[in-house]
């Protein structure tokens, strides 16, 4: 059986590829090239695990050559569909021809708390009866096959947990499995129109950010399986767009046109800030595709999962930005906050200094040092150090387990420099000495080391709050934990070398 003899949906385009496996003729001869593109997709484009639609069960990658046969099609097959496809390249047409045959639909949902088929049930057949997650997966198929697709995939029954390897390279693989899919199916349990989102659990989970953001292709379907749009792709609603843009804080653009990577690291963040995973470890899983960077998966390693994260956006990063946080840090390292939520505690004057645009001078002057870099010692980071003396308020603060604090400039600092407000715990400040290093100093773009940071007047600057001490390891600078990301004002220009600290 030839993949054009596999029940194909009435779209337009399968109308056009069934008519030209029709108009072949009689001597049929195989083109090796559909054969080798065939391969390359399956094994590197697409799910270890799928199922196939027709005949209801789970099939390896591996069983989808025999399944749609890709040595029956022919050269004259492709140079028709190239024909029909605009005139585009040989190589081109084939890719295409490829994803036509190898089109599937994958599913985003809130998983039950109990009564979902695994893996195991749905390669047996047994234990399947009166599962709601069953009912759930069936009603899936029916709307897979009708949006054209003859495979399907779903996060509960498609990935063989038993094997450590098939975990690791889904999880790893996720953010481009969604990617590739013809259309990503989503089933909102709590919603039947979109002026219910806002109370959807869907919007509040970490694994759903990137099942967001990552399918071009978007199909919402309310509580009921029914769709809550009559558009091809909910992605061209504006109705749905917006109320999800409003929910999540993500800008229309970016669920448009998504884009995985390191650039604006501290917005994606701030995606995630508001987000929970069952696993702590997933916190940093599930952002892997979403900045396209690579680290192993350890269930079991908890909270390190996060700094782990947070070191491989570091090897090629280069925004100030992302440190701007506040909150607890990471018990593994002060450099890095503990979970992304650390990313949504802003003040204004913060917010002010983070869209804050440099004046054009005579000179190429750029916001913080991009060169920043993991060492034995922690984070290496350049920052502009100005020291300070530390006044305690002692008074309650709502219940909250901190105290407020005054920072006030040494006497060099008092022309350049007002005073601070900080709020943190000052029970375990074992510092006599008191700093703060601003980071989004201006450098002359040369990036050279221990070079000179110059401020603007009447600006603010974003800044870590540092102490030092007797017991401090080799008296370096430590950062220090406040509740809200710290700033200071500048009162006239300044110029002077920044110095080096290990966090």
């Known amino acids: 059986m030839s993949w054009f003899s596999v029940q194909q949906p009435l779209t337009q385009h399968s109308k056009n590829v069934h008519s030209l496996s029709a108009l072949s003729p009689p001597a049929r001869i195989s083109d090796p090239d559909v054969v ?40 004259w097959d492709v140079d028709l569909f190239a024909e029909k496809s605009n005139n585009c390249s040989r190589e081109e047409a084939i890719r295409n021809l490829v994803a036509q ?18 893996f195991q049930m749905m390669m047996s057949k047994e234990g399947l009866g009166g599962l709601p997650g069953y009912e759930k997966l069936v009603k899936f198929y029916r709307r897979a096959e009708e949006l054209g697709c003859n495979l399907a995939w ?10 450590s390897a098939e975990l690791e390279e889904s999880i790893r693989s996720m953010f481009k499995w969604y990617r590739n899919s013809e259309v990503c199916i989503v089933h909102l349990a709590n919603s ?19 099942e967001l953001l990552a399918p071009m292709r978007l199909k919402f379907f309310g509580a009921d399986w029914m769709p809550l749009s009559d558009c091809d792709n909910d992605k061209e609603n504006d109705e749905i767009m917006g109320a999800i843009s409003k929910v999540t804080g993500i800008n229309r653009r970016a669920l448009h046109y998504f884009s995985p990577g390191l650039l604006d690291v501290r917005e994606k963040m701030l995606w995630a800030s508001n987000r929970c995973t069952t696993r702590v470890e997933d916190i940093a899983y599930s952002l892997i595709g979403i900045f396209n960077v690579s680290m192993p998966i350890a269930y079991g390693e908890g909270r390190r999962a996060f700094r782990r994260l947070m070191e491989a956006i570091v090897q090629d990063c280069r ?36 869209s804050h645009r440099i004046r054009p001078t005579h000179r190429p002057w750029n916001p913080g040092y991009p060169f920043y870099t993991m060492t034995k010692r922690g984070l290496e980071i350049e920052v502009l150090l100005v020291e300070m003396m530390m006044h305690i308020c002692r008074e309650p603060l709502d219940g909250h387990n901190c105290e407020r604090l005054t920072l006030s400039p040494d006497s060099e600092g008092e022309m350049y420099f007002g005073n601070i407000q ?12 008191w700093a703060i290093g601003i980071i989004n100093y201006q450098t002359d773009g040369t990036g050279n080391r221990r070079g000179i940071g110059e401020l603007e007047a009447e600006t603010d600057y974003v800044c870590f709050f540092l102490g030092t001490g007797i017991h401090s390891p080799y008296g370096k600078w430590e950062k220090v934990d406040t ?21």
């Open 154 to 163: 779903a996060d509960t029954c498609c990935i063989d947990r038993t094997s």
């Open 422 to 433: 900080v709020l943190c715990n000052t029970r375990f400040l074992p510092y006599s000495r």
């Open 192 to 210: 039947a129109q979109p002026i219910h989102f806002q109370h959807d659990e869907w919007f509040t989970r970490g694994w759903t950010l990137q």
């Open 319 to 354: 925004e100030w930005n992302i440190f701007a946080w506040a909150g607890p840090h990471s018990p593994y390292t002060a450099a890095f906050p503990e979970s992304p939520s650390g990313y949504r505690v802003l003040s204004e004057e913060a917010s002010s200094a983070l």
């Open 36 to 75: 080798r593109v065939f391969n390359d997709h399956v094994f590197n484009h697409m799910p270890a695990h799928l199922i196939y639609l027709p005949e209801g069960r789970l099939v390896h990658r591996g069983d989808l050559y025999s399944i749609f046969k890709p040595e029956e099609i022919t050269e």
């Open 483 to 503: 509740n809200v990301v710290l700033t200071i004002r500048t009162k006239q220009i300044l110029r002077k070398p920044v110095t080096t600290l290990w966090l």
């Open 101 to 118: 045959m190898l089109k599937y639909a994958i599913l985003s949902h809130r998983w039950f708390h109990k009564g979902e088929p695994n």
